[in-house]
């Protein structure tokens, strides 16, 4: 499966983004899939996961309220909503999709496949 993450930019603080996460293949609703991003200097890092019926979602603390994961399944496509963008959200996002029903949603390591992932910038 190959992941197309897009909707990056440059926001101001308080702004918000959307983020898609479009696969190749229509089995991919099939897939959990995960975001995540990466900060310069910083270890990846769990944003958000939704389980491949869209009923199950997850969300690290640091986004819970301000940030929804959601997926059309139809259209082969996660998106990320990201209301109330802070600076500290600035950051590499990256998609993630496994078939693994056994996943740990917040590692990394559980995910087969990644987008390219798209710069999110959110200026003071």
């Known amino acids: 499966v190959q992941l197309q993450a897009s909707g990056g930019g440059l926001v101001q603080a308080g702004g918000s983004l959307r983020l898609s996460c479009a696969a190749s293949?229509?089995?991919?609703?099939?897939?959990?899939v995960g975001w995540f991003r990466q900060a310069p200097g910083k270890e990846r890092e769990f944003v958000a996961a939704?389980?491949?019926?869209?009923?199950?979602?997850h969300y690290a603390d640091y986004v819970k309220g301000r940030f929804t994961i959601s997926r059309d399944n139809a259209r082969n496509t996660v998106y990320l909503q990201m209301n109330s963008l802070k600076p500290e959200d600035t950051a590499v996002y990256h998609c993630?999709?496994?078939?693994?029903?056994?996943?740990?949603?917040?590692?990394?390591?559980?995910?087969?496949?990644w987008g390219q992932g798209t710069l999110v910038t959110v200026s003071s």
């Open positions: 993630g999709a496994t078939a693994s029903s056994s996943y740990i949603f917040t590692d990394t390591r559980s995910y087969n496949y």
């Open positions: 293949e229509r089995t991919f609703a099939t897939y959990r």
């Open positions: 939704i389980s491949w019926s869209g009923v199950v979602t």
